[in-house]
Nanobody
Framework: QVQLVESGGGTVQAGGSLRLSCAVS????????MGWFRQAPGKEREWIST???????RYIDSVRGRFTISRDNAKNTLHLEMNDLKPEDTAMYYC???????????????????????WGKGTLVTVSS
């Protein structure tokens, strides 16, 4: 059974930083897309960053240069380092995985909105102005 558990959310002032983590268990596929999504109040869930089994990282324009995705294969953990946070980054953040690296390309191209098979329950990030 695949389980994803996010942690690291909290409240921070604008310009601050947070590091999100996602502990992944039960996922043993060699070909995959892993990523972070977020959903702000009243808005649809959007993907913000992915990393695939070839270690290719992708970001949406609004977070590129501020956020960094990484994975620790030894600990089966996905991370999202978030710097220079802005009030518009306030949202529930979710990690997700899919057993196909191609999903990362589909997300970047806008050909799928979510496309992931497995999801965590989320961690809340609040950025105050």
């Amino acid at each position: 059974q695949v389980q994803l558990v996010e942690s690291g959310g909290g409240t921070v002032q604008a310009g601050g930083s947070l590091r999100l983590s996602c502990a992944v268990s039960g996922f043993t596929y060699g070909d995959y897309c892993m990523g972070w999504f977020r959903q702000a109040p009243g808005k649809e869930r959007e993907w913000i960053s992915t990393i695939d089994s070839d270690n290719s990282a992708r970001y949406i324009d609004s977070v590129r240069g501020r956020f960094t995705i990484s994975r620790d294969n030894a600990k089966n953990t996905l991370h999202l380092e978030m710097n220079d946070l802005k009030p518009e980054d306030t949202a529930m953040y979710y990690c997700a995985v899919n057993p196909s690296a191609y999903t990362c390309k589909l997300l970047e191209a806008g050909l799928t909105q979510h496309g992931m098979d497995y999801w965590g329950k989320g961690t809340l990030v609040t950025v105050s102005s």
